[in-house]
């Protein structure tokens, strides 16, 4: 059974700080990691892709991604109130299509 | 308008009865696929579709039939609904290279 972690919060960071959001999965296979947001009452929208080791920013976002650890993360610089949903962790494998993996979500909260 | 729509957006159904969650994407996407949320849960896979006419089971298949005659639409069929159906649905699409796409959700209860 293909596993994708997170700590389901909720994290509560001030506004303007740097949100830390973690990720850990089963399947060494796994190849292409995603990060998406998902407000209360809505769809999973799409903020950050990564598909090797390093870092990968966009704008306020930076994923980080330790295949040999098996680990992603997304940092949130300058937090802002908006920031506040939930963060979901998903995990595919080498193939295009293969489906997504979930993680159960970790709730932000940023506070002004 | 080009996307991905899901409807009914929401719906009330009996134990027992049969219901269907439309799902229409207008990409051409070649793969889709079907969530469920629960609190607790997060999301888990259903079923997905690699192209019209080939499915696959995902985590949580049981109870839940799909088809794909058109690349276009993949329907979602609970044949005899049970109270522990009740959830949120999200269909998704995704083309060769690019993300996959969640439509707004369908809010089934069950009573």
């Known amino acids: 059974q293909k596993e994708v972690e997170q700590n389901s919060g909720p994290l509560s960071v001030p506004e303007g700080a740097i949100a830390s959001l973690n990720c850990t999965y089963s399947d060494r296979g796994s190849q292409s990691f995603f990060w998406y947001r998902q407000y209360s009452g809505k769809s999973p929208e799409l903020i950050m892709s990564?598909?090797?080791?390093g870092d990968k920013e966009d704008g306020r976002f930076t994923a980080q991604l330790n295949k040999a650890s098996q680990y992603v993360s997304l940092l949130i610089r300058d937090s802002q109130p908006s920031d506040s949903a939930t963060y979901l962790c998903a995990v595919g494998g080498d193939q295009a299509g293969t489906a997504l993996i979930f993680g159960k979500g970790t709730t932000l909260s940023v506070s002004s | 308008d080009a996307g991905i729509t899901q409807s009914p957006r929401y719906k009330i159904t009996e134990t027992g009865r049969q219901v269907t969650l439309m799902c229409h994407q207008t990409?051409?996407?070649?793969?889709m696929f079907w969530y469920r949320q629960d609190l607790g849960h997060g999301l888990r896979l259903i079923y997905y579709s690699a192209a019209a006419d080939i499915t696959d089971k995902g985590e949580v298949p049981d109870g839940y039939v799909v088809s794909r005659s058109k690349t276009e639409n993949f329907p979602l069929t609970l044949e005899s609904a049970t109270r522990s159906q009740t959830s949120v649905y999200f269909c998704a699409s995704k083309g060769t290279n690019t993300e996959a796409f969640f439509g707004q959700g369908t809010r089934l209860t069950v009573v």
């Open positions: 990409w051409s996407h070649s793969y």
């Open positions: 990564i598909y090797s080791n």
